[in-house]
């Protein structure tokens, strides 16, 4: 497994946007496809957006099409979301998420192993 950790998140009011990092350390992440999920107070976690272990494929939850972008440095063992036109809606903490499996079955099943402890963004409306 990886170790995941995330940053960037905060308080930033609608419209505006923010830049969420996942830095990994342990195994070779550039093996690894990496998500983004969030959880808002009450209710399940969601799915944001993956990208695989290339970066050469990217796959969005409809919600954040078009204001959310997902990328990746392998070099620097990190993987970003850039969140712009933000929404109050948007507010929850965010997961990001490795696994090693192939992308078209983490694409379907959204299962992935490892998980980083969650950083909180807050959109002020």
């Known amino acids: 497994q990886v170790q995941l950790v995330e940053s960037g998140g905060g308080l930033v009011q609608a419209g505006g946007s923010l830049r969420l990092s996942c830095a990994a350390s342990?195994?070779?992440?550039?093996?690894?496809?990496v998500g983004w999920f969030r959880q808002a107070p009450g209710k399940e976690r969601e799915f944001v957006v993956a990208?695989?272990?290339?970066?050469?494929?990217?796959y969005y939850a409809d919600s954040v099409k078009g204001r959310f972008t997902i990328s990746r440095d392998n070099a620097k063992n990190t993987v970003y979301l850039q969140m712009n036109i933000l929404k109050p809606e948007d507010t929850a903490v965010y997961y990001c998420?490795?696994?090693?499996?192939?992308?078209?079955?983490?694409?379907?099943?959204?299962?992935?192993?490892?998980w980083g402890q969650g950083t909180q963004v807050t959109v002020s409306s």
């Open positions: 342990g195994r070779t992440f550039s093996n690894y496809a």
């Open positions: 990208v695989s272990s290339s970066g050469g494929s990217t």
């Open positions: 998420a490795a696994d090693p499996k192939s992308w078209i079955i983490l694409t379907s099943t959204r299962k992935f192993g490892s």
